[in-house]
């Protein structure tokens, strides 16, 4: 993404800016459930690199996307959390996620997080879900 531009012909790129890429929606969408630290995200997405996450990071952040919170104490913590705009995003993301879910079924793709699904009624267990809990 890099920076956000101050004139866009379509809003819709402008999303793209905001939210694109390979890293940035499975961030997001982990955030819905609770604040996370740097190391919770690496554990959760663990084919993305230290320096891509702290580059994902600072564009949501610059965005308005996430706040980073620095808590004063030694270690030094840090927190990431969504704003307003992030929190909205929730509206979007579920039916995204839903309708991926129908294409996958429809053209006979393997979800590999049907493998960890909850059979118990009404949970959403979606291995990219913010209930989802990674196995350790």
């Not at 956000?4 to 459930?33: F, H, M, N, P, T």
């Amino acid at each position: 993404m890099g920076r956000i531009r101050k004139e866009y012909y379509c809003a819709l790129q402008l999303a793209i800016d905001i939210v694109g890429g390979k890293w940035k929606l499975r961030i997001i969408w982990y955030l819905l459930e609770s604040p996370k630290r740097f190391s919770d995200f690496m554990r959760r997405i663990p084919d993305i690199s230290q320096k891509t996450l702290t580059q994902q990071l600072r564009e949501l952040e610059d965005a308005k996307i996430i706040v980073r919170k620095v808590y004063a104490q030694v270690p030094p913590r840090v927190e990431y959390s969504l704003t307003d705009y992030g929190l909205r995003l929730q509206k979007i993301l579920s039916p995204l996620r839903d309708w991926a879910r129908a294409y996958a079924s429809e053209e006979d793709i393997l979800l590999l997080n049907t493998i960890h699904e909850n059979q118990e009624e009404g949970k959403d267990s979606c291995s990219c879900s913010p209930t989802y809990s990674d196995p350790v």
